[in-house]
Nanobody, 119 residues
Framework: QVQLVESGGGLVQVGGSLRLSCAAS????????MGWHRQVPGKQRELVAT???????IYADSVKGRFTISRDIAKNTVYLQMNSLKPEDTAVYYC?????????????WGQGTQVTVSS
């Protein structure tokens, strides 16, 4: 069984920074993509950023230039450095791992961590 555990969320003022971490555990042989999505009540979950095993990244237009995704392949961990935070970044942030190989391939989600940006 694969588990994703997020940490680093919290309350921050406008313009501040937070760093989210997500560690995948279990009998993992490989993870293709790891990334972050976010969701606010009443809206669909949206992609924030994702990184492939080879280092290719995709960012939502709304976070380009402010957020940076990174991975530690050996530790099955993904990070999201969030700078210049805005009130509209307030959401529950979910880590996901896609193309995870254990005894079979699967996709997994974390439980979510709240990020609140106050003005």
């Amino acid at each position: 069984q694969v588990q994703l555990v997020e940490s680093g969320g919290g309350l921050v003022q406008v313009g501040g920074s937070l760093r989210l971490s997500c560690a995948a555990s279990g009998s993992i042989l490989n993870i293709n993509n790891m990334g972050w999505h976010r969701q606010v009540p009443g809206k669909q979950r949206e992609l924030v950023a994702t990184m492939s095993r080879g280092g290719s990244t995709i960012y939502a237009d709304s976070v380009k230039g402010r957020f940076t995704i990174s991975r530690d392949i050996a530790k099955n961990t993904v990070y999201l450095q969030m700078n210049s935070l805005k009130p509209e970044d307030t959401a529950v942030y979910y880590c996901n791992a896609m193309g995870v190989l254990t005894t079979r391939w699967g996709d997994y989600w974390g439980q979510g961590t709240q990020v609140t940006v106050s003005s």
